[in-house]
């Protein structure tokens, strides 16, 4: 459980956590319900950005589901006092922190997507792959599972 404001009033739930606040790839920040909250609803525009985008810029529409999985994932993390460090891996953390932070409400699986998601994301913003290779079914798909995860994730944060 965790205080309105300020610190978390418990010890980090995982030995992950703990491990990742002695790396200092996660910090303790205090709780901040206000930019979590604006987080969340960053995450559903990018996901709404991202069904408009589908076929006219499916590069915009993957980097968009991807920034709205890390946003919400981030959320999380700020309505619980903490914040995933911005260095070089920082976007592995955070699907990491999904993974063992977030285990309740988003499966393996759906982790597992997110980082396919985030590694296309890549080759597509580094001109590894043409945004021509980017069809629309593969958009759709990551769209659904960015929808799903913003969806799962906002239920989890209105909980804490």
Do not use: F
């Amino acid at each position: 459980m965790s205080t309105p404001q300020g610190e978390p009033d418990q010890p980090p739930r995982s030995a992950w956590l703990t491990e990742m606040l002695a790396e200092q790839k996660v910090s303790r920040v205090g709780i901040q319900r206000g930019r979590a909250g604006d987080l969340l609803t960053q995450a559903r525009r990018h996901v709404d950005s991202a069904d408009r985008l589908a076929t006219e810029d499916p590069t915009l529409a993957l980097a968009a589901c991807h920034d709205a999985i890390r946003k919400a994932i981030d959320a999380h993390a700020g309505a619980l006092g903490y914040r995933i460090q911005n260095r070089p891996g920082h976007h592995r953390t955070v699907l990491e922190y999904a993974r063992h932070q977030l285990d309740e409400v988003i499966t393996s699986a759906e982790v597992d997507e997110a980082d396919r998601l985030r590694l296309r994301r890549h080759k597509a913003e580094y001109g590894e792959i043409l945004s021509g290779a980017l069809g629309e079914p593969e958009i759709r798909r990551y769209i659904d599972a960015a929808r799903r995860m913003v969806v799962a994730i906002t239920g989890a944060v209105a909980t804490v």
